[in-house]
């Protein structure tokens, strides 16, 4: 008896005791995977769960029909938190395994970070970990810095201290160059930021239990920038990208930050803290200006960073924002490529006047449930307030699609990894 579950794909309708709609069936070899015309990929990531949800740990892709795209669907939907992979890729003419081996390992990484609890992965640590994989995967052309704790108030990243430093474990940005041209004095084509709250409680405006038991995912958008970085990386890009990790915990204690506080940022921008569970915003401030210091003409960020995006959009896309319109429409198309859906979300100059404050230039939010209409424009208009050139090059994503809450049919529960393709196939293109 082979140790692997082996599981096909036909085009033909299963018996009919499988009943007439079935997708999956099963004879004495495996699992058949009964392909239809609509909605394809969805079919085979929905088998792959529900051969999981058989208890099975190991499975087998055989036969011609199987390509790159279709392989990694039903992979997406095997995997589970318990098990970060257990399938074993169908060599064949129509796939390409090393495109599959390159996801597979972004992927793993991507999930152990934002599954991971909060114990485990703080803010020191994602830094480090982070460094660690992409120095593992080009270790000649990588260097990296860590800024902890006080040393960010050296360098006026005002934002990342001051929403940690109500924990004990304190707050850092990592500053990671990926430098493959061998010149030190290289253009740098492309800089990205990430959200990497650690854990969120919400500081003072503190959520319930409910809305805080999954906040250890709040750090998303610091794994997915890294792993787009990764993958990136494994499809051989050659220019130099900077990546900025904004790291801290959002805890209360005596020494965390309050409603009613003014930072003042780098930029000289003023904001009023209207609400200490809008942090994420605070946060990567820091790192677009970061970014901008570059020089980078493309800066992509991404986070974790409104439930107004999942309302808008669900958690089946993430959301796009920028004043560069054709950017915006540059990266919706590259998600499609990528079997990524994204959508984008209005933003104009006018966003940033939103969150009007009497005592500051801005607010970080308004002082309504989940930041009142647009919230997620909103939160991006305060964004854009601290990136280079009008907003030209840059990009936001809100991931509203990179955590499941519970299992459904297409996803175990927790990470999916969705928008890590989006921003290597966007470095491809456009650093």
Known sequence: MADKFIVRLTDQAPAAHWGGNATISFDQDGALVHLSEQETLKTIQKAGRSVAQQGIQAVELQGDAWC???????????????????????????????????????????????NGTAEDIYPESLAGKAAEFIQSLAPEHVSYQIIKGKALLEHQWIGIHEVGRGSERPPVLLELDFNPTGDEDAPVAAALVGKGITFDSGGYSIKPSEGMLTMKCDMGGAATVTAGLAIAIQRGIDKRIKLFLCCAENLISGHAYKLGDILTYKNGTTVEIVNTDAEGRLVLADG???????????????????????????????????????????????????????????????????CPSAYADTANSRAQKGG?????????????????????????????????NNAGSQWASGATTLGMRTVARTLQAKA
């Not at 970060?84 to 064949?92: P, Y």
């Not at 997620?376 to 955590?403: C, K, M, T, Y």
């Open 288 to 354: 677009l200006m970061a970014a901008g210091e570059t020089g980078a003409p493309l800066i992509i960020d991404a986070a974790t960073l409104t439930g107004a995006a999942l309302v808008a959009v669900g958690q089946e896309y993430n959301a796009l924002f920028g004043l560069d319109k054709e950017l915006v429409s540059d990266v919706q198309q590259f998600a499609q490529e990528e079997f990524e859906a994204a959508w984008p979300l209005p933003l104009e100059k006018w966003h940033q006047n939103n």
């Open 68 to 114: 790159t795209e279709s392989q990694w669907a039903f992979y997406q939907g095997f995997v589970s938190p318990k098990l970060l992979d257990g399938v074993t890729f169908c060599d064949n003419a129509q796939s390409d395994l090393a495109e599959l081996q390159a996801l597979k390992t972004a992927a793993i990484w991507t999930r152990q970070m934002i």
């Open 372 to 404: 009142g209409y647009g919230g997620a424009s909103n939160a991006a208009g305060f964004l854009s307030r601290f990136v280079p050139n009008e907003g030209q090059g840059w990009v936001h994503i809100d991931l509203a699609a990179s955590f499941q």
